[in-house]
Nanobody, 121 residues
């Protein structure tokens, strides 16, 4: 009853840019933090960037200064602007949201299906 749908992935040359979007829909009472994770082949899933409902952000050291996370609370959407992309940014990018489906339901984490980002050298 809750869906997170990512879009915006693709193939880009090193130094290029991409913008990922993730829209949450369904039975949603409130959304706390939203985040982007990524998982490269053979590696563990790692946090890329996170943003709270109030707009506070944190980033992985590897993307600081290159990636920017933002959100539109009215649209339940989180974005990831990725600039100066490097081949090592190649991964499947996943959206995550901590949300409540109703006031009496505990906060629960939800995941999107992932979107592939490939950076060629």
């Amino acid at each position: 009853q809750v869906q997170l749908v990512e879009s915006g992935g693709g193939l880009v040359q090193a130094g290029g840019s991409l913008r990922l979007s993730c829209a949450a829909s369904g039975s949603i009472f409130s959304i706390n933090a939203m985040a982007w994770y990524r998982q490269a082949p053979g590696k563990q899933r790692e946090l890329v960037a996170r943003i709270t409902s109030g707009g506070s952000t944190n980033y992985a050291d590897s993307v600081k200064g290159r990636f920017t996370i933002s959100r539109d609370n009215a649209k339940n959407t989180v974005y990831l602007q990725m600039n100066s992309l490097k081949p090592e940014d190649t991964a499947v990018y996943f959206c995550n949201a901590d949300l409540r489906r109703a006031a009496w339901i505990p906060m629960t984490g939800y995941w999107g299906q992932g979107t592939q980002v490939t950076v060629s050298s």
